[in-house]
């Protein structure tokens, strides 16, 4: 399988907010998915009840991509948590996703981050009352193996502490909307 962090922060992507990939040029079906602020989770599950369901491909410290480490503010030789899945309908990837989390941010309620195995993070996360999340930015993918079609990626804050998820998703949602 190809490095996930490459497919999801490739060198040049053109993201929403920035250079050509604005908002309203998005396709409307992938618009609605890829901007929406609410749980993704629920959003999955609601589309084939009791079908969904979380892979774990890996976790683990490591140095954040560039992007990661300008989102998250991060100086220096900063490691983060690193947390990979994929998220299904059956035996249907749907989103290929990566969360980054500081070091820091995992003390505190942040702490049960690195226990969720094959939950999902959208189970916690939107079960926190002090939850921000910064606006999403979205991205075409390049051509790649998985099938991947669009991106999206925001910061979200516990209190104070931030982490990034990057979700890419495959074709195949549209088969299920």
Request: glycine residues 8%; proline residues 8%; positive net charge.
């Given at each position: 399988m190809?490095?996930?962090?490459?497919?999801?922060?490739?060198?040049?992507?053109?993201?929403?907010?920035?250079?050509?990939?604005?908002?309203?040029?998005?396709p409307p079906?992938?618009?609605?998915?890829?901007?929406?602020?609410?749980?993704?989770?629920?959003?999955?599950?609601?589309?084939?009840?009791?079908?969904?369901?979380?892979?774990?491909?890996?976790?683990?410290?490591?140095?954040?991509?560039?992007?990661?480490?300008?989102?998250?503010?991060?100086?220096?030789?900063?490691?983060?948590?690193?947390?990979e899945?994929?998220?299904?309908?059956?035996d249907?990837?749907?989103?290929?996703?990566?969360?980054?989390?500081?070091?820091?941010?995992?003390?505190?309620?942040?702490?049960?981050?690195?226990?969720?195995?094959?939950?999902?993070?959208?189970?916690?996360?939107?079960?926190?009352?002090?939850?921000?999340?910064?606006?999403?930015r979205?991205?075409?993918?390049?051509?790649?193996a998985?099938?991947?079609?669009?991106?999206?990626?925001?910061?979200?804050?516990?209190?104070?502490?931030?982490?990034?998820?990057?979700?890419?998703?495959?074709?195949?949602l549209?088969?299920?909307?």
């Amino acid at each position: 399988m190809p490095e996930l962090a490459t497919l999801l922060h490739p060198a040049v992507p053109d993201w929403s907010g920035r250079n050509r990939c604005l908002p309203s040029l998005l396709p409307p079906l992938w618009r609605d998915w890829l901007l929406d602020s609410g749980s993704l989770t629920a959003r999955l599950s609601a589309l084939r009840p009791g079908q969904f369901r979380v892979q774990l491909l890996a976790q683990y410290h490591g140095r954040p991509t560039p992007l990661e480490r300008t989102e998250l503010q991060l100086h220096g030789q900063h490691s983060v948590w690193v947390r990979e899945v994929i998220l299904l309908l059956g035996d249907t990837p749907l989103v290929y996703a990566r969360t980054a989390v500081p070091i820091t941010t995992l003390n505190g309620a942040g702490k049960r981050l690195q226990s969720l195995g094959e939950r999902s993070l959208g189970s916690f996360l939107f079960q926190q009352p002090n939850l921000r999340r910064t606006p999403l930015r979205a991205s075409h993918c390049k051509a790649n193996a998985l099938g991947l079609e669009w991106s999206r990626r925001s910061v979200f804050y516990l209190g104070d502490k931030p982490l990034m998820v990057s979700e890419a998703f495959t074709g195949a949602l549209t088969d299920f909307l």
